[in-house]
């Protein structure tokens, strides 16, 4: 399986919430609903706290649970990667997927089936990286293959202090920050 | 301290604030589908046994009752859905890593299995009912038909009745993201409870003393049984992982205490339990009718806990600032 990641740096990241408009139109997410959202973490005890800012989505987990529990195989992995599609054709919407998945990471679309970040795949499909990261003014938020030794993420996370979110799981997901 | 707070919106359909995706009509589903488990395992016990005239009323009647709850289940689940257009993909995979798939297809067997029995008993427990379908030599043939294999069938039906009240518990026990619900107990606690809903429902049909005797024991040790079952599963979470230890908190002082104390335990599980104790002296007078029907509402009660707390209970705990009413300002202005 080809591993896609991405990783974010949150000693740059601003909280702009850049990310989160750029993936709204870029994939015309409707108006009350969220495919990405920004966190604001403080931790520690005053005077001694830490800030940081996460801008969050699908962790698009190499054991994704969600996946595995899609009675109909509506959730799928995009041309052997680890990147989590759903297909709107086969989603009966009986929530399964939603009540697996750790993150909360995924929304029920108007229309009725589910749906959740991409990592826009159709832009990776083109070289291009996700949307949400094109646009961030910190560029602090990176996108890459992870087997692969020279690429940026692969390198940030051979160098720097890094965690990805709720690993207790065993989702093993895809999405990590920099601290 | 430790405060995660969103910054940008996040208000997504039935996931914020907390997940509730799956509301009554899976609730009801499981409770109906546990009483259809319940109705398979006992009418084909008593079949098993040879024992159909002196327990008539779970050998003949209590499948009808079964099969409607299915149906009643089936439809529930079909409203449930929110793209209903494609539910016809549940049958066009078979996904063996999902519990719900496993359940697309049990549930069709169990379907099959309740329609012969019930076929089995139409003569005897409902013969108005029968009558019009012996006019027809097709209906004719299917009575004899459901009457000759009703051994092989029951047989099957104890098999099923048990795999699909299992069903029911480790659909939920399979949510890993739910911790609540992620005990291993909910499978044969499920069981149990399906299985009294189902002894709950021959005592206030039956007009049989022998057969309401039997029953009155019955439940009462299913109730006992469920009681050690709940009060094992509670603490197997209190002793699981700091979510699930963290899960425990809305029934031990938090917002669903006295939901799960009083409007549950109390009046679903330990008031019956008192009364049946009681019944088990070998009367059983018409006021106990009361019993029963808390055996049935505890078991709709037990089935809304344990899906809405699975629900509210996750690893994603953001304080959620946005306020919908911001927007009806800004569309003021």
Known sequence: ?179 | MREEILITVRDNYKIDPTVSVWGWQVIADLFLVGLTAGALIFAALVILRGKEETFDFTAKRLPLIGLISIGLAMTFLFLKLTHKIVFWRFFGAFVPTAVMSWGAWLLQLVILAILLLTLQGLRKGYPSLASPVEKFGIGRWALNWAERIKRPVAWASVVLGVIIAFYTGTLMTSMDARPFSSSGLMAPLFLVSGLATAAAVVLIGSRNAEERRLFTGTLFGLLAFKVLLLALTLANLANGSQQQIESLHPIFGGDYTQLFWLFFVIPGLLVPLVIEAFGLRGKRPAWMIISPVLVLYGAYMLRQLFVDLGQVSGYIDYVNTYNPALLDLLGMH
């Open chain 1, 1 to 179: 399986m080809i591993r896609y990641a991405m990783v974010i740096d949150t000693k740059l990241c601003i909280g702009c919430g850049d990310c989160v408009v750029a993936c709204k139109t870029e994939n015309k997410v409707p108006a009350g609903l969220n495919r990405d959202w920004v966190v604001e973490a403080t931790t520690g005890t005053y005077p001694d706290l830490k800030t940081e800012f996460r801008s969050e989505r699908c962790n698009h987990c190499t054991k994704p649970t969600c996946l595995y529990a899609c009675p109909t195989a509506a959730t799928y992995r995009w041309e052997g990667t680890n990147i989590v599609l759903v297909d709107p054709d086969k989603c009966t919407g009986c929530g399964a997927c939603i009540a697996a998945c750790p993150y909360d990471a995924r929304l029920i679309m108007n229309e009725g089936y589910v749906s959740k970040c991409t990592f826009c795949h159709h832009r990776v499909e083109q070289g291009l990286d996700p949307a949400c990261v094109a646009s961030c003014p910190t560029n602090c938020m990176h996108f890459g293959v992870l087997d692969d030794p020279n690429s940026t993420v692969s390198r940030l996370l051979a160098t720097r202090e890094h965690k990805a979110m709720h690993e207790e799981t065993g989702n093993e997901p895809q999405v990590y920050y920099l601290t």
